[in-house]
């Protein structure tokens, strides 16, 4: 029996005018696997990111979601297929309450999301599964307090929130540390390890310590192309890494 | 009881007031004006939908309240409808007009956005002006009827004035209705975070086209009631000016909030009726109106007060359910 496979990347090719970002990536992601995206800036991780979720459209290759091809599918299908992303820039709703910013995750995946006159504020399914989406990430105690009263961290846990509130099959986590003090780094480390394993993860991270220790393989691009792939041991001893990555 | 429930008491209360006020005067010079505020205030309501609701800023929004009333006033006076449906038809036309517009003005967002509205809102001055067979070109189309209803004679101006206190209500109750919804949250969300609603999995596009309708089909009822209570129209009326005396009643009350256009068309309406029937400067005063705005109440003259009004209330913090 072979291992399900969540997400396979073919012959991926994205060319801005005359520079290719991304360089024929070939990339196999099995059902359940926590695997690190590694590279320089510039090396084509978050455009990969962008090409899986429908924001560019490829060039040239393929991407299958679970046996599906999703290839240039625009963005507003990944979420029902079970794609789900957050972002290396806060992209959160300014003016809403943390409460309202998950029920607008919860929308995007119910019917009531095209409704010109269902009420959503005080239906049940939005405001319990939204408040069970605070409490995953700790900020259930803050669930009504505007967006704007809350600090960085807490805005990096509530982005990590409005993806698992959706339940998605394959969760896409750009940069979830950046910016943080040393004390929140690890406590999103302690969420992103308490996502259930049934979730598969991609990772760009550029905190070694955490990403090394979170992921369980790790893929390594530079300027477009993967040039190495496999668990920690493997790709720490690969000259190549050491050479543009490690040793920079 | 909250600040936030004090505010909305102190704001019907105030509604109330002001929508009595012109029957208190009692004198039908006033009456009328209540009327005209009204219209315009349905006018700004739908404005808000792309505006304040959707981020979109069109200057092209007259084209529907004018479409609306001219086709009203064609079809009563040159093939023999009755008011009624002849508004129906009116109805038809801008709903399928700003579905077609709507999809060409979709095309760009922000200023490109705002520039194809603009465009199109003068492509239809243009041929209300110039297709003078059939719009009277720079004559407009006079004498259209005021219509009965229920045996009533529309044309008393009370009388007049009470329906469209009842237009006006169904048009608030119906945009109160339409901002709390899975839609109308939807387009609020398009407006803050467009990408990362995509991702959500919200239709973009389709929520702002949807929306663009919507508003177009508020445009077209108050184009309705324009035409019913002025009896006349003239290609001004979906020219550029209107357009903008529209968008800045949505500014200058408060985009994005429900009582912001009906205040900003209050403001704007009475200073042109009453204040010019004083002043032969009225203009100016405007201005200087607008300016005292931006200055002292940049959010708008409803969010504004508002935040005026919770820092002087005593500090009864909303903090809704937290903790329970």
Not at chain 1, 203 to 231: F, K, N, P, Q, W
Not at chain 2, 38 to 66: D, K, P, Q
């Amino acid at each position: 029996m072979t291992a399900e496979i969540a997400l396979q990347i073919n012959g991926m090719t994205k060319n801005f005018g005359g520079l290719k970002a991304i360089d024929r990536v070939d990339l196999t992601i099995p059902k359940g696997d926590r695997r690190l995206l590694l590279g320089p800036n510039g090396a084509g991780k978050t455009t990969l990111f962008n090409l899986i979720t429908g924001d560019l459209k490829p060039t040239a290759g393929s991407v299958q979601l679970f046996g599906r091809d999703i290839t240039g599918l625009a963005s507003h299908h990944c979420a029902p297929l079970g794609l789900a992303r957050t972002y290396q820039i806060i992209t959160l709703f300014p003016k809403n309450t943390l409460a309202e910013n998950v029920v607008l995750s919860l929308l995007g995946i119910s019917p009531l999301r095209w409704s010109p006159i269902s009420r959503i504020k005080g239906r049940k399914e939005f405001e319990e599964r939204a408040r069970a989406a605070l409490k995953q990430v700790g900020l259930d105690a803050k669930a009504d307090r505007p967006l704007g009263e809350t600090s960085y961290g807490e805005k990096r846990r509530l982005e990590i929130a409005l993806a698992l509130a959706q339940n998605p099959s394959l969760l896409l986590l750009d940069e979830p540390l950046a910016g943080l003090s040393r004390q929140e780094r690890l406590d999103v480390q302690a969420l992103i390890e308490s996502i259930p394993r049934d979730i598969t993860l991609i990772l760009i991270e550029h905190d070694m310590d955490v990403a090394l220790a979170l992921a369980d393989s790790i893929t390594v691009m530079y300027h477009g192309r993967v040039i190495c792939e496999g668990d920690r041991a493997q790709v720490v001893a690969d000259p190549r890494v050491k050479e543009i990555y490690l040793a920079s | 009881m909250t600040n936030t429930s004090r505010i909305t008491t102190i704001s019907v209360t105030l509604l109330i007031l002001a929508l009595a006020a012109p029957l208190l005067l009692g004198q039908p010079f006033y009456i009328n004006i209540g009327s005209q505020v009204l219209i315009a205030a349905i006018f700004a309501m739908s404005l808000n939908i792309l505006v304040g609701y959707g981020g979109m800023t069109s200057i092209g929004h007259a084209a529907y309240l004018g479409t609306s009333a001219y086709v009203v006033a064609l079809l009563t006076l040159q093939h023999g409808f009755s008011f009624y449906s002849a508004s129906a038809v009116a109805l038809l036309v801008v709903v399928i007009m700003a579905a077609i517009f709507g999809a060409i003005a979709l095309r760009g967002t922000g200023i490109t956005f705002l520039m194809i509205t603009l465009a199109l809102g003068q492509t239809m001055w243009g041929v209300a002006f110039r297709w003078s067979d059939v719009t009277g070109g720079d004559n407009g189309l006079p004498d259209i009827k005021r219509p009965d209803l229920f045996g009533l004679n529309l044309v008393e101006p009370g009388l007049f004035y009470a329906v469209m206190i009842a237009l006006f209500m169904v048009a608030l109750a119906g945009m109160w209705i339409f901002i709390h919804s899975g839609l109308g949250l939807s387009l609020q969300g398009t407006r803050d975070q467009p990408r990362r609603m995509g991702m959500l999995g919200h239709h973009v596009w389709l929520v702002r086209w949807i929306a663009f309708i919507i508003a177009g089909f508020w445009a077209g009822v108050a184009g309705i009631a324009f035409i019913g209570y002025h009896g006349y129209i003239h290609p001004l009326s979906l020219g550029l000016a209107n357009s903008a005396e529209v968008l800045l009643m949505v500014i200058a009350g408060g985009a994005g909030t429900l009582l912001g256009p009906v205040v900003g068309a209050t403001i704007v309406v009475v200073l042109k009726m009453v204040v010019s029937a004083y002043v032969s400067r009225w203009v100016l005063l405007l201005g200087c109106t607008f300016v005292a705005i931006v200055i002292l109440l940049p959010e708008g003259v409803v969010p504004g007060l508002e935040r005026l009004l919770k820092s002087i209330l005593p500090a009864a913090r909303d903090d809704g359910e937290a903790g329970s």
